[in-house]
Protein backbone atom coordinates (compact mmCIF):
# COMPACT_ATOMS: atom_id res chain seq x y z
CA UNK A 1 0.00 0.00 0.00
CA UNK A 2 1.17 3.59 -1.10
CA UNK A 3 -0.01 5.73 1.73
CA UNK A 4 -0.11 9.08 3.31
CA UNK A 5 1.15 9.62 6.82
CA UNK A 6 -2.26 9.70 8.64
CA UNK A 7 -3.42 6.13 6.76
CA UNK A 8 0.18 4.90 8.22
CA UNK A 9 -0.23 6.00 11.24
CA UNK A 10 -4.27 5.03 11.38
CA UNK A 11 -3.02 1.26 10.70
CA UNK A 12 -0.01 1.57 13.43
CA UNK A 13 -2.59 2.84 16.18
CA UNK A 14 -5.09 -0.49 15.00
CA UNK A 15 -2.30 -2.65 16.22
CA UNK A 16 -1.11 -3.98 12.44
CA UNK A 17 1.95 -5.94 12.23
CA UNK A 18 3.82 -3.68 9.54
CA UNK A 19 6.66 -3.22 7.59
CA UNK A 20 7.14 0.47 6.02
CA UNK A 21 9.42 2.17 3.96
CA UNK A 22 9.45 5.95 3.53
CA UNK A 23 11.69 9.13 3.66
CA UNK A 24 12.99 9.67 7.22
CA UNK A 25 11.04 12.63 7.08
CA UNK A 26 7.80 10.82 7.54
CA UNK A 27 9.15 7.52 9.72
CA UNK A 28 10.45 10.03 12.37
CA UNK A 29 6.54 10.90 12.79
CA UNK A 30 5.34 7.39 12.77
CA UNK A 31 3.77 6.42 16.50
CA UNK A 32 5.02 3.88 18.35
CA UNK A 33 3.92 0.11 17.56
CA UNK A 34 3.75 -3.00 15.69
CA UNK A 35 6.38 -2.40 13.19
CA UNK A 36 9.52 -2.09 11.19
CA UNK A 37 10.91 0.63 8.88
CA UNK A 38 13.97 1.35 6.51
CA UNK A 39 14.52 4.83 4.60
CA UNK A 40 14.37 5.31 1.11
CA UNK A 41 12.22 8.34 -1.42
CA UNK A 42 12.10 5.48 -4.14
CA UNK A 43 9.55 3.32 -4.76
CA UNK A 44 8.08 1.14 -7.33
CA UNK A 45 4.04 1.32 -6.87
CA UNK A 46 0.69 -0.31 -8.93
CA UNK A 47 1.01 2.53 -11.03
CA UNK A 48 4.72 2.43 -11.47
CA UNK A 49 8.52 3.69 -10.31
CA UNK A 50 8.05 7.09 -8.13
CA UNK A 51 10.12 9.27 -6.15
CA UNK A 52 8.31 10.68 -3.43
CA UNK A 53 8.79 12.12 0.34
CA UNK A 54 5.04 12.67 1.05
CA UNK A 55 4.03 9.24 0.93
CA UNK A 56 5.22 5.43 2.69
CA UNK A 57 5.04 1.92 1.67
CA UNK A 58 3.31 0.03 3.83
CA UNK A 59 3.36 -3.75 3.92
CA UNK A 60 0.88 -5.60 6.33
CA UNK A 61 2.00 -8.70 7.49
CA UNK A 62 -0.73 -11.14 7.15
CA UNK A 63 -2.20 -14.13 9.71
CA UNK A 64 0.97 -13.86 12.05
CA UNK A 65 0.74 -15.88 15.11
CA UNK A 66 3.30 -13.57 17.33
CA UNK A 67 5.85 -11.25 16.34
CA UNK A 68 9.35 -9.48 18.00
CA UNK A 69 11.32 -7.06 17.33
CA UNK A 70 15.16 -7.40 17.50
CA UNK A 71 18.57 -4.80 17.09
CA UNK A 72 21.36 -6.24 15.74
CA UNK A 73 24.86 -4.78 14.77
CA UNK A 74 27.79 -6.92 13.46
CA UNK A 75 28.80 -8.51 16.44
CA UNK A 76 25.48 -10.56 16.96
CA UNK A 77 23.46 -9.93 13.21
CA UNK A 78 24.13 -14.23 12.79
CA UNK A 79 21.75 -14.12 15.85
CA UNK A 80 19.07 -13.95 14.01
CA UNK A 81 18.87 -17.22 12.99
CA UNK A 82 18.88 -18.74 17.07
CA UNK A 83 16.07 -15.68 17.71
CA UNK A 84 13.69 -16.63 14.45
CA UNK A 85 10.89 -18.64 15.10
CA UNK A 86 11.07 -22.66 13.92
CA UNK A 87 7.90 -22.04 11.83
CA UNK A 88 8.38 -18.36 10.58
CA UNK A 89 10.15 -15.67 8.60
CA UNK A 90 12.62 -12.71 9.25
CA UNK A 91 11.96 -9.78 7.54
CA UNK A 92 15.54 -8.28 8.12
CA UNK A 93 16.60 -3.93 7.14
CA UNK A 94 20.55 -3.30 6.93
CA UNK A 95 21.32 0.60 6.37
CA UNK A 96 23.54 0.89 3.64
CA UNK A 97 27.55 1.38 3.81
CA UNK A 98 27.05 0.55 7.66
CA UNK A 99 29.39 -1.81 9.31
CA UNK A 100 26.98 -4.37 9.85
CA UNK A 101 25.83 -4.13 6.05
CA UNK A 102 29.94 -5.27 5.36
CA UNK A 103 29.67 -7.73 7.37
CA UNK A 104 26.77 -9.28 6.55
CA UNK A 105 27.61 -9.11 2.89
CA UNK A 106 31.00 -10.75 3.40
CA UNK A 107 29.71 -13.86 5.85
CA UNK A 108 26.18 -14.61 5.18
CA UNK A 109 27.03 -17.20 2.40
CA UNK A 110 29.61 -19.01 4.95
CA UNK A 111 26.59 -19.47 7.83
CA UNK A 112 24.76 -22.27 7.04
CA UNK A 113 22.43 -21.79 9.58
CA UNK A 114 20.92 -18.50 7.87
CA UNK A 115 19.71 -20.92 5.34
CA UNK A 116 17.65 -22.54 8.12
CA UNK A 117 14.53 -19.75 8.31
CA UNK A 118 13.30 -17.48 5.40
CA UNK A 119 15.40 -14.58 5.77
CA UNK A 120 14.21 -11.56 3.36
CA UNK A 121 14.44 -7.83 3.45
CA UNK A 122 16.69 -5.44 1.75
CA UNK A 123 19.53 -2.09 2.56
CA UNK A 124 18.35 0.97 3.45
CA UNK A 125 19.05 4.12 1.31
CA UNK A 126 18.44 7.76 0.88
CA UNK A 127 17.53 10.59 -1.83
CA UNK A 128 20.53 10.33 -4.34
CA UNK A 129 20.89 14.30 -4.70
CA UNK A 130 21.89 14.56 -0.96
CA UNK A 131 24.39 13.32 1.67
CA UNK A 132 22.13 12.13 3.66
CA UNK A 133 22.54 8.63 5.67
CA UNK A 134 20.75 5.78 5.62
CA UNK A 135 18.46 4.72 8.21
CA UNK A 136 16.66 1.55 9.89
CA UNK A 137 13.41 1.80 12.64
CA UNK A 138 12.84 0.00 15.43
CA UNK A 139 8.94 1.32 15.55
CA UNK A 140 7.61 -0.46 18.86
CA UNK A 141 10.57 1.91 20.47
CA UNK A 142 10.82 4.45 18.23
CA UNK A 143 14.26 4.44 18.15
CA UNK A 144 15.87 4.59 14.10
CA UNK A 145 20.06 3.66 13.55
CA UNK A 146 22.79 4.21 10.68
CA UNK A 147 24.56 1.76 12.63
CA UNK A 148 22.62 -1.68 13.16
CA UNK A 149 20.16 -3.70 11.58
CA UNK A 150 16.29 -4.48 12.29
CA UNK A 151 14.47 -7.09 12.27
CA UNK A 152 11.19 -8.44 12.70
CA UNK A 153 10.79 -12.06 13.67
CA UNK A 154 7.64 -13.64 13.13
CA UNK A 155 5.58 -16.99 13.75
CA UNK A 156 3.23 -18.40 11.21
CA UNK A 157 0.47 -20.98 11.72
CA UNK A 158 1.25 -24.98 11.29
CA UNK A 159 -0.12 -24.58 7.68
CA UNK A 160 1.35 -21.75 6.68
CA UNK A 161 4.82 -21.52 5.60
CA UNK A 162 7.28 -18.80 3.15
CA UNK A 163 8.53 -18.92 -0.53
CA UNK A 164 11.08 -16.35 -1.12
CA UNK A 165 11.72 -15.41 -4.75
CA UNK A 166 14.47 -14.00 -6.78
CA UNK A 167 13.81 -12.20 -10.45
CA UNK A 168 17.04 -11.94 -11.99
CA UNK A 169 17.44 -10.44 -15.19
CA UNK A 170 20.38 -10.91 -16.05
CA UNK A 171 22.15 -14.16 -17.44
CA UNK A 172 25.62 -14.96 -18.40
CA UNK A 173 27.92 -16.48 -21.49
CA UNK A 174 29.19 -20.00 -20.16
CA UNK A 175 31.62 -19.94 -23.41
CA UNK A 176 32.39 -15.90 -22.13
CA UNK A 177 35.03 -14.39 -20.29
CA UNK A 178 35.97 -16.37 -17.00
CA UNK A 179 37.10 -14.34 -14.03
CA UNK A 180 38.44 -15.73 -10.76
CA UNK A 181 39.34 -13.51 -7.52
CA UNK A 182 42.16 -14.39 -4.83
CA UNK A 183 40.29 -13.87 -2.13
CA UNK A 184 36.84 -12.70 -0.51
CA UNK A 185 36.54 -8.64 -1.18
CA UNK A 186 34.17 -5.58 -1.93
CA UNK A 187 37.27 -3.87 -3.36
CA UNK A 188 39.50 -5.44 -6.25
CA UNK A 189 42.92 -4.75 -7.78
CA UNK A 190 43.85 -7.82 -9.83
CA UNK A 191 42.27 -10.77 -10.78
CA UNK A 192 42.35 -13.62 -12.91
CA UNK A 193 40.71 -13.49 -16.51
CA UNK A 194 40.75 -16.60 -18.44
CA UNK A 195 43.60 -17.84 -16.22
CA UNK A 196 45.43 -14.43 -16.90
CA UNK A 197 46.15 -12.16 -14.16
CA UNK A 198 45.12 -8.60 -14.70
CA UNK A 199 44.34 -5.60 -13.00
CA UNK A 200 40.70 -5.33 -13.37
CA UNK A 201 39.95 -1.82 -14.00
CA UNK A 202 42.29 -1.97 -16.78
CA UNK A 203 40.77 -4.69 -18.48
CA UNK A 204 37.54 -2.87 -17.53
CA UNK A 205 38.32 0.07 -19.43
CA UNK A 206 40.22 -1.41 -22.58
CA UNK A 207 37.85 -3.45 -23.08
CA UNK A 208 34.88 -1.09 -22.78
CA UNK A 209 32.93 -2.76 -20.88
CA UNK A 210 29.47 -1.71 -19.24
CA UNK A 211 29.58 -1.40 -15.87
CA UNK A 212 26.14 -0.25 -15.60
CA UNK A 213 25.74 -4.12 -16.22
CA UNK A 214 26.80 -6.72 -13.70
CA UNK A 215 29.42 -9.40 -12.80
CA UNK A 216 27.53 -12.36 -12.45
CA UNK A 217 28.00 -16.10 -11.10
CA UNK A 218 26.33 -19.21 -10.05
CA UNK A 219 25.87 -19.52 -6.55
CA UNK A 220 24.51 -23.12 -5.82
CA UNK A 221 22.29 -22.87 -9.08
CA UNK A 222 21.20 -19.23 -8.51
CA UNK A 223 22.17 -17.02 -10.70
CA UNK A 224 23.64 -13.94 -8.20
CA UNK A 225 24.53 -10.67 -9.21
CA UNK A 226 27.67 -8.24 -8.15
CA UNK A 227 27.44 -4.89 -9.07
CA UNK A 228 30.18 -2.56 -9.77
CA UNK A 229 30.50 0.63 -7.52
CA UNK A 230 33.19 2.65 -9.02
CA UNK A 231 35.91 2.19 -11.77
CA UNK A 232 39.76 3.69 -10.59
CA UNK A 233 41.85 3.89 -13.19
CA UNK A 234 44.07 6.02 -11.04
CA UNK A 235 43.67 3.83 -7.95
CA UNK A 236 43.62 0.09 -9.88
CA UNK A 237 40.89 -0.44 -7.99
CA UNK A 238 37.28 -1.45 -8.68
CA UNK A 239 35.13 -1.54 -5.98
CA UNK A 240 31.64 -3.52 -5.54
CA UNK A 241 28.19 -3.13 -4.33
CA UNK A 242 28.35 -6.66 -2.77
CA UNK A 243 31.80 -8.76 -2.26
CA UNK A 244 33.36 -11.22 -4.91
CA UNK A 245 34.09 -14.42 -3.22
CA UNK A 246 37.60 -16.28 -4.19
CA UNK A 247 35.97 -19.81 -4.97
CA UNK A 248 33.22 -18.57 -7.76
CA UNK A 249 33.34 -17.92 -10.75
CA UNK A 250 32.31 -14.89 -12.53
CA UNK A 251 31.12 -13.61 -15.86
CA UNK A 252 30.26 -10.37 -17.30
CA UNK A 253 26.28 -10.47 -17.79
CA UNK A 254 25.22 -10.17 -21.37
CA UNK A 255 23.71 -6.62 -22.19
CA UNK A 256 20.42 -5.65 -22.00
CA UNK A 257 18.64 -3.73 -24.11
CA UNK A 258 15.81 -2.72 -22.68
CA UNK A 259 15.00 -3.13 -18.75
CA UNK A 260 11.14 -2.73 -18.39
CA UNK A 261 10.73 -5.20 -21.48
CA UNK A 262 13.19 -7.84 -20.06
CA UNK A 263 11.55 -7.73 -16.20
CA UNK A 264 8.18 -7.70 -18.08
CA UNK A 265 9.10 -11.15 -19.46
CA UNK A 266 10.41 -12.53 -16.11
CA UNK A 267 7.40 -11.56 -14.71
CA UNK A 268 4.84 -13.36 -16.88
CA UNK A 269 4.56 -16.51 -15.42
CA UNK A 270 5.21 -15.09 -11.67
CA UNK A 271 1.32 -12.84 -12.12
CA UNK A 272 -0.37 -15.77 -9.72
CA UNK A 273 2.13 -14.58 -6.93
CA UNK A 274 0.92 -13.01 -3.93
CA UNK A 275 3.74 -11.23 -2.32
CA UNK A 276 3.69 -10.18 1.31
CA UNK A 277 6.95 -8.18 0.52
CA UNK A 278 8.78 -7.48 -2.71
CA UNK A 279 11.72 -5.46 -3.31
CA UNK A 280 13.61 -4.09 -5.96
CA UNK A 281 17.40 -2.55 -6.65
CA UNK A 282 18.14 1.18 -7.20
CA UNK A 283 20.61 0.16 -10.16
CA UNK A 284 17.71 -1.53 -11.96
CA UNK A 285 15.56 1.54 -11.35
CA UNK A 286 17.94 3.90 -12.21
CA UNK A 287 19.52 2.05 -15.36
CA UNK A 288 16.33 0.59 -16.52
CA UNK A 289 14.42 3.97 -16.09
CA UNK A 290 11.64 2.24 -14.06
CA UNK A 291 9.95 5.57 -12.99
CA UNK A 292 6.19 5.24 -14.39
CA UNK A 293 6.80 1.51 -15.07
CA UNK A 294 5.19 -1.05 -12.61
CA UNK A 295 6.10 -4.71 -12.55
CA UNK A 296 3.26 -6.25 -11.58
CA UNK A 297 2.77 -7.73 -8.93
CA UNK A 298 5.05 -6.64 -7.29
CA UNK A 299 5.42 -3.46 -5.31
CA UNK A 300 7.37 -1.88 -2.67
CA UNK A 301 10.75 -0.08 -1.60
CA UNK A 302 13.54 0.59 -4.21
CA UNK A 303 16.46 -0.61 -2.54
CA UNK A 304 20.13 -0.11 -1.91
CA UNK A 305 20.92 -3.63 -2.60
CA UNK A 306 17.96 -6.69 -1.81
CA UNK A 307 18.49 -9.61 0.76
CA UNK A 308 17.50 -13.16 0.25
CA UNK A 309 19.14 -15.22 2.98
CA UNK A 310 22.31 -13.11 1.53
CA UNK A 311 23.12 -9.71 0.28
CA UNK A 312 22.18 -9.28 -3.23
CA UNK A 313 21.99 -6.16 -6.26
CA UNK A 314 20.45 -5.42 -9.04
CA UNK A 315 17.60 -8.31 -8.27
CA UNK A 316 14.06 -8.01 -7.39
CA UNK A 317 13.40 -10.36 -3.86
CA UNK A 318 9.74 -11.29 -2.97
CA UNK A 319 8.53 -12.97 -0.14
CA UNK A 320 5.03 -15.28 -0.61
CA UNK A 321 2.91 -17.06 2.12
CA UNK A 322 2.00 -19.93 1.32
CA UNK A 323 -0.11 -23.04 2.23
CA UNK A 324 2.03 -25.93 3.79
Not at 66 to 74: E, G, H, P, Q
Not at 102 to 130: C, H, Q, R
Not at 141 to 153: F, Q
Amino acid sequence: MFVNLDEAAKLIREGKILHIAADESLLDKLPKGKWIGGTTPYFITEEGGTFSKDKLFVNEIPCAVDFKIAVYDRTNIFDITKDAYSNGMTMLIIPFASDVAVYFAKEAPYSADIFMNPTFGWISGFDLSTDSKAKVYDGANGVSYSDKAVAMHICLPDDKTVSLGIVNIFDIDEKGTKIKFYKDALTVSKCLVDGKEVVLSEYIEESKIDTKFPLVADYNSVLVNVSIKTVSRENGTVDFYAPVFSENEYHFARPISNYAEKFNERLKELRDVKPVFSCNCILNYLYGELEGKATPPFAGPVTFGEIAYQLLNQTLVYAEIIDK
